[in-house]
Protein backbone atom coordinates (compact mmCIF):
# COMPACT_ATOMS: atom_id res chain seq x y z
CA UNK A 1 0.00 0.00 0.00
CA UNK A 2 2.85 2.44 0.97
CA UNK A 3 4.03 1.97 -3.08
CA UNK A 4 1.07 4.03 -4.57
CA UNK A 5 1.67 7.03 -6.01
CA UNK A 6 -1.98 7.96 -4.20
CA UNK A 7 -2.95 7.84 -0.18
CA UNK A 8 -5.44 4.68 -0.07
CA UNK A 9 -7.37 4.83 3.23
CA UNK A 10 -6.80 2.16 5.37
CA UNK A 11 -10.73 1.36 5.16
CA UNK A 12 -10.77 1.53 1.40
CA UNK A 13 -12.32 -1.95 -0.51
CA UNK A 14 -12.11 -3.61 -3.77
CA UNK A 15 -8.56 -2.15 -4.31
CA UNK A 16 -7.39 -2.44 -8.14
CA UNK A 17 -4.40 -1.51 -8.91
CA UNK A 18 -3.09 -1.42 -12.77
CA UNK A 19 0.34 -0.50 -14.75
CA UNK A 20 2.72 -1.65 -17.30
CA UNK A 21 5.31 -3.42 -15.02
CA UNK A 22 6.82 -2.31 -12.87
CA UNK A 23 4.91 0.74 -13.07
CA UNK A 24 1.07 1.72 -11.38
CA UNK A 25 -0.87 4.12 -13.75
CA UNK A 26 -4.48 3.80 -12.51
CA UNK A 27 -5.67 3.04 -8.64
CA UNK A 28 -9.44 2.38 -7.86
CA UNK A 29 -11.18 1.63 -4.79
CA UNK A 30 -14.32 1.74 -3.32
CA UNK A 31 -14.62 4.64 0.14
CA UNK A 32 -16.24 3.59 3.68
CA UNK A 33 -19.57 5.39 2.20
CA UNK A 34 -19.67 4.03 -0.91
CA UNK A 35 -17.90 6.21 -3.23
CA UNK A 36 -15.78 5.25 -5.72
CA UNK A 37 -12.37 6.99 -6.36
CA UNK A 38 -10.69 6.06 -9.83
CA UNK A 39 -7.05 8.01 -10.29
CA UNK A 40 -5.40 7.20 -13.87
CA UNK A 41 -1.30 8.98 -14.10
CA UNK A 42 -1.78 10.29 -17.45
CA UNK A 43 -5.00 11.42 -17.20
CA UNK A 44 -4.64 13.27 -14.25
CA UNK A 45 -1.42 14.69 -15.39
CA UNK A 46 -3.29 16.01 -18.34
CA UNK A 47 -6.25 17.39 -16.50
CA UNK A 48 -3.98 19.84 -14.75
CA UNK A 49 -4.64 23.56 -15.11
CA UNK A 50 -7.30 22.80 -17.64
CA UNK A 51 -9.22 25.67 -17.39
CA UNK A 52 -9.01 28.01 -20.45
CA UNK A 53 -5.95 27.19 -22.41
CA UNK A 54 -4.01 25.01 -20.10
CA UNK A 55 -0.51 22.93 -20.83
CA UNK A 56 -1.66 20.08 -22.15
CA UNK A 57 -3.38 22.40 -24.86
CA UNK A 58 -0.04 24.52 -25.22
CA UNK A 59 1.72 21.96 -25.56
CA UNK A 60 -0.25 20.11 -28.56
CA UNK A 61 0.10 23.45 -30.17
CA UNK A 62 3.77 22.93 -30.18
CA UNK A 63 3.99 20.24 -31.49
CA UNK A 64 1.22 20.59 -34.16
CA UNK A 65 3.24 23.31 -35.55
CA UNK A 66 7.04 21.26 -35.42
CA UNK A 67 4.87 18.93 -36.77
CA UNK A 68 3.84 21.12 -39.88
CA UNK A 69 7.03 21.90 -40.37
CA UNK A 70 7.92 18.06 -40.79
CA UNK A 71 4.98 17.54 -43.11
CA UNK A 72 6.11 20.34 -45.65
CA UNK A 73 9.84 19.50 -45.64
CA UNK A 74 10.32 16.45 -47.15
CA UNK A 75 7.85 17.34 -50.03
CA UNK A 76 9.87 18.02 -53.09
CA UNK A 77 7.98 20.50 -54.54
CA UNK A 78 8.43 22.58 -51.47
CA UNK A 79 12.38 21.93 -51.62
CA UNK A 80 11.96 22.96 -54.99
CA UNK A 81 9.84 26.49 -54.68
CA UNK A 82 11.70 27.63 -51.13
CA UNK A 83 15.28 26.30 -52.04
CA UNK A 84 17.32 23.87 -49.86
CA UNK A 85 18.27 26.13 -47.10
CA UNK A 86 14.74 27.34 -46.61
CA UNK A 87 14.26 23.69 -46.61
CA UNK A 88 16.53 23.13 -44.10
CA UNK A 89 15.58 25.49 -41.96
CA UNK A 90 11.84 24.52 -42.00
CA UNK A 91 13.27 21.68 -40.20
CA UNK A 92 15.35 23.18 -38.01
CA UNK A 93 12.50 25.08 -36.97
CA UNK A 94 10.07 22.14 -36.22
CA UNK A 95 12.92 20.87 -34.02
CA UNK A 96 12.70 23.60 -31.87
CA UNK A 97 9.25 23.37 -31.84
CA UNK A 98 8.94 19.69 -30.94
CA UNK A 99 11.26 20.52 -27.90
CA UNK A 100 9.08 23.63 -26.58
CA UNK A 101 6.52 20.97 -26.51
CA UNK A 102 8.41 17.81 -25.16
CA UNK A 103 9.97 21.01 -22.32
CA UNK A 104 6.29 21.98 -21.53
CA UNK A 105 5.22 18.20 -21.14
CA UNK A 106 8.20 17.47 -19.16
CA UNK A 107 6.93 19.79 -17.29
CA UNK A 108 3.64 18.84 -16.53
CA UNK A 109 5.20 15.98 -15.06
CA UNK A 110 7.52 17.97 -13.04
CA UNK A 111 5.03 20.17 -11.22
CA UNK A 112 2.07 16.94 -10.86
CA UNK A 113 4.82 15.50 -8.83
CA UNK A 114 4.85 18.74 -6.36
CA UNK A 115 8.33 20.68 -7.87
CA UNK A 116 8.57 23.80 -10.04
CA UNK A 117 11.47 23.22 -12.37
CA UNK A 118 12.60 19.77 -11.62
CA UNK A 119 11.64 16.89 -10.28
CA UNK A 120 13.30 12.73 -10.29
CA UNK A 121 10.41 10.34 -10.73
CA UNK A 122 11.67 6.99 -11.86
CA UNK A 123 8.37 5.65 -10.80
CA UNK A 124 6.30 7.21 -13.01
CA UNK A 125 6.20 6.17 -16.69
CA UNK A 126 5.14 9.94 -17.50
CA UNK A 127 8.41 10.82 -16.40
CA UNK A 128 10.61 8.65 -18.69
CA UNK A 129 8.20 8.95 -21.31
CA UNK A 130 8.84 12.90 -21.35
CA UNK A 131 12.19 12.91 -20.56
CA UNK A 132 13.67 10.62 -23.43
CA UNK A 133 11.08 12.28 -25.85
CA UNK A 134 13.17 15.91 -24.56
CA UNK A 135 16.59 14.11 -25.40
CA UNK A 136 14.91 13.21 -28.70
CA UNK A 137 14.13 16.51 -29.30
CA UNK A 138 17.50 18.02 -28.30
CA UNK A 139 18.87 15.14 -30.86
CA UNK A 140 16.31 16.29 -33.91
CA UNK A 141 18.07 20.08 -32.64
CA UNK A 142 21.14 18.80 -33.31
CA UNK A 143 21.13 17.15 -37.14
CA UNK A 144 18.68 20.04 -38.47
CA UNK A 145 21.14 22.52 -36.98
CA UNK A 146 23.97 20.80 -39.02
CA UNK A 147 21.44 20.60 -41.85
CA UNK A 148 22.13 23.89 -42.40
CA UNK A 149 25.56 23.81 -43.21
CA UNK A 150 27.45 21.95 -45.94
CA UNK A 151 28.65 19.01 -43.79
CA UNK A 152 31.65 17.15 -45.61
CA UNK A 153 30.38 13.96 -47.11
CA UNK A 154 33.07 11.95 -44.85
CA UNK A 155 30.45 13.55 -42.00
CA UNK A 156 27.65 13.44 -42.87
CA UNK A 157 26.87 10.11 -40.94
CA UNK A 158 28.63 11.30 -37.66
CA UNK A 159 26.94 14.91 -37.38
CA UNK A 160 23.99 14.64 -39.11
CA UNK A 161 22.82 10.99 -39.09
CA UNK A 162 23.73 9.78 -36.04
CA UNK A 163 21.91 12.64 -33.66
CA UNK A 164 18.70 11.67 -36.37
CA UNK A 165 18.71 8.25 -35.54
CA UNK A 166 19.28 8.52 -31.79
CA UNK A 167 16.52 10.97 -31.73
CA UNK A 168 14.43 8.87 -33.53
CA UNK A 169 15.18 5.98 -30.80
CA UNK A 170 14.38 8.38 -28.19
CA UNK A 171 11.00 9.04 -29.98
CA UNK A 172 10.09 5.34 -30.39
CA UNK A 173 10.73 4.44 -26.64
CA UNK A 174 9.32 7.82 -25.17
CA UNK A 175 5.79 6.43 -27.21
CA UNK A 176 6.19 2.92 -26.15
CA UNK A 177 6.07 3.98 -22.51
CA UNK A 178 3.66 6.68 -23.54
CA UNK A 179 1.42 4.10 -24.80
CA UNK A 180 1.40 1.90 -22.03
CA UNK A 181 0.61 4.64 -19.29
CA UNK A 182 -2.35 5.27 -21.39
CA UNK A 183 -4.06 1.82 -21.56
CA UNK A 184 -2.27 0.10 -18.20
CA UNK A 185 -0.73 -2.64 -19.92
CA UNK A 186 2.28 -2.46 -22.26
CA UNK A 187 -0.04 -3.31 -25.23
CA UNK A 188 -4.05 -2.31 -24.99
CA UNK A 189 -6.60 -2.36 -27.84
CA UNK A 190 -8.99 1.10 -27.02
CA UNK A 191 -9.82 2.65 -29.97
CA UNK A 192 -12.98 4.10 -28.40
CA UNK A 193 -10.73 5.98 -26.24
CA UNK A 194 -9.01 9.77 -27.16
CA UNK A 195 -5.75 8.77 -25.36
CA UNK A 196 -5.23 5.48 -26.99
CA UNK A 197 -5.46 7.37 -30.14
CA UNK A 198 -3.17 9.74 -29.52
CA UNK A 199 -0.81 7.35 -27.81
CA UNK A 200 -1.16 5.17 -31.25
CA UNK A 201 -0.86 7.63 -33.68
CA UNK A 202 3.10 9.35 -32.14
CA UNK A 203 3.72 5.71 -31.99
CA UNK A 204 3.33 4.94 -35.41
CA UNK A 205 5.21 8.62 -35.91
CA UNK A 206 7.99 6.96 -34.29
CA UNK A 207 7.85 4.40 -36.16
CA UNK A 208 8.34 5.88 -39.43
CA UNK A 209 10.70 8.51 -38.14
CA UNK A 210 12.67 5.24 -37.28
CA UNK A 211 12.43 4.39 -40.87
CA UNK A 212 13.59 7.50 -42.33
CA UNK A 213 17.05 7.63 -40.22
CA UNK A 214 17.54 4.12 -42.01
CA UNK A 215 16.69 5.79 -45.26
CA UNK A 216 19.14 8.61 -44.18
CA UNK A 217 22.12 6.90 -43.78
CA UNK A 218 24.76 7.90 -46.15
CA UNK A 219 26.45 5.15 -48.38
CA UNK A 220 30.43 5.66 -49.10
CA UNK A 221 28.77 6.64 -52.57
CA UNK A 222 28.10 10.20 -50.02
CA UNK A 223 24.42 9.46 -50.89
CA UNK A 224 21.55 8.52 -49.41
CA UNK A 225 20.72 4.55 -48.57
CA UNK A 226 17.46 5.62 -49.49
CA UNK A 227 16.16 8.95 -50.54
CA UNK A 228 12.37 7.57 -50.50
CA UNK A 229 12.10 5.77 -47.46
CA UNK A 230 13.87 9.31 -45.95
CA UNK A 231 11.46 11.20 -47.14
CA UNK A 232 8.76 9.11 -46.92
CA UNK A 233 9.40 7.95 -43.49
CA UNK A 234 9.17 11.78 -42.12
CA UNK A 235 6.27 12.53 -43.97
CA UNK A 236 4.13 10.07 -42.69
CA UNK A 237 5.69 10.13 -39.31
CA UNK A 238 5.35 14.15 -39.23
CA UNK A 239 1.35 13.23 -40.45
CA UNK A 240 0.68 10.84 -37.71
CA UNK A 241 2.35 13.23 -34.98
CA UNK A 242 0.08 15.78 -36.72
CA UNK A 243 -3.08 14.61 -35.77
CA UNK A 244 -2.47 13.41 -32.24
CA UNK A 245 -0.94 16.60 -31.63
CA UNK A 246 -4.76 18.29 -32.45
CA UNK A 247 -5.80 15.14 -30.92
CA UNK A 248 -4.19 16.29 -27.85
CA UNK A 249 -4.64 20.12 -28.02
CA UNK A 250 -8.63 19.76 -26.02
CA UNK A 251 -7.23 16.17 -24.34
CA UNK A 252 -6.83 18.47 -20.63
CA UNK A 253 -10.38 19.64 -20.49
CA UNK A 254 -11.86 16.33 -21.96
CA UNK A 255 -9.98 14.69 -19.21
CA UNK A 256 -11.17 16.66 -16.77
CA UNK A 257 -14.88 16.89 -17.57
CA UNK A 258 -15.73 12.93 -18.56
CA UNK A 259 -14.62 12.33 -14.74
CA UNK A 260 -18.16 10.46 -13.70
CA UNK A 261 -16.01 9.19 -10.93
CA UNK A 262 -13.90 11.02 -8.46
CA UNK A 263 -10.60 11.06 -8.55
CA UNK A 264 -7.26 12.03 -6.82
CA UNK A 265 -4.10 13.66 -7.13
CA UNK A 266 -0.89 12.77 -6.56
Partial sequence: ??????????????????????????????????????????????AAGARGFGTTWWAGLLF?????????????????????????????????????????????????????WFAWAPRSPGFWACLIQ?????????????GLFDVPSDLENRIVWRPDAIGSVCFLVSSAIAFAEAGHRWWSWRPGQRDWHITALNLWGSVFFGLSAIGAHVTSAGELSNVQLANGGT????????????????????????????????
Fill in 1 to 46: MTRLPVDVPPDATDLVVEGPRPFVTRVQYRRADGRVVRWEARARRK
Fill in 134 to 146: LVGTLYFNVTTLA
Fill in 64 to 116: AVGSACFVVGPIPEYAQTVGGHVDALTYFVGSLFFTSGAYLSCLQVVRQAGHR
Fill in 235 to 266: FLGAVCFLIASLLMMPEGRAAAASSGVARLGQ
